[in-house]
């Protein structure tokens, strides 16, 4: 069964960096499908900051992407997320998940399974 | 603003069915899968249906999911109280440099 679970601190300065770490169990990173993150603020939507490919390939949301870099350590099995010059609009529920992702004819099928539990990171001085 | 629209909030009684929509448009349901996640309170989302609509083992039959042109729809039927959460529709949006996108999220109130 593969589990995700995602630590770090749960409050950071603004203006300074947010770093996340995803440990994954159950299964090994290096052995396929994409990995990413997706935040949640209080009481809002779904976001998603970015994913990399098992091979280290990434891709970001352009909205963020100036700011984000996400790696993977396959010798720890986890990936990481950091976020650079926070403000209060990047408190939120941080998660990693597992990302499936094919290219078929009729189009992209893509899905984020399983998530990690989440962690409220919240900016402020 | 979510490039995929769902109602803010939709509610049923128990045992009724209850339908969620979320538009899109040709370059992202259009063109694309769709996925829905359910995010019961206090946790994290849980994959609910994939690939317009698959259901994950173990996701109960009582819900199902449906795609007409850039449009999507998810299903629960009989509802249960275990049923109040937040629903997503989650897909490709080819138009976008990295891809994925969420709808806005509904919130599901069982009466």
């Known amino acids: 069964q593969v589990q995700l679970q995602e630590s770090g601190p749960g409050l950071v300065k603004p203006s300074e960096t947010l770093s996340l770490t995803c440990a994954v169990s159950g299964y090994s990173i290096s052995s396929g499908y994409y990995w990413g993150w997706i935040r949640q603020p209080p009481g809002k939507g779904l976001e998603w900051i970015g994913s990399i490919y098992h091979s280290g390939s990434t891709s970001y949301n352009p909205s963020l992407k100036s700011r984000v870099t996400i790696s993977v350590d396959t010798s720890k099995n986890q990936l990481s997320l950091k976020l650079s010059s926070v403000t209060a609009a990047d408190t939120a529920v941080y998660y990693c998940?597992?990302?499936?992702?094919?290219?078929?004819?009729?189009?992209?099928?893509?899905?984020?399974?399983?998530w990690g539990q989440g962690t409220l990171v919240t900016v402020s001085s | 603003q979510s490039v995929l629209t769902q109602p803010p909030s939709v509610s049923a009684a128990p045992g009724q069915k209850v339908t969620i929509s979320c538009s899109g448009s040709s370059s992202n349901i259009g063109n694309n899968y769709v996925s829905w996640y359910q995010q019961l309170p206090g946790t994290a989302p849980k994959l609910l249906i994939y690939e317009n609509d698959k259901r994950p083992s173990g996701i109960p039959d009582r819900f199902s999911g449906s795609k007409s042109g850039t449009s999507a729809t998810l299903g629960i039927t009989g509802l249960q109280t275990g049923d109040e959460a937040d629903y997503y529709c989650g897909t490709w949006d080819s138009s976008l440099s990295a891809g994925r996108v969420f709808g806005g999220g509904t919130k599901l109130t069982v009466l």
């Open positions: 998940a597992r990302e499936g992702r094919l290219t078929l004819v009729r189009g992209v099928l893509n899905w984020f399974d399983p």
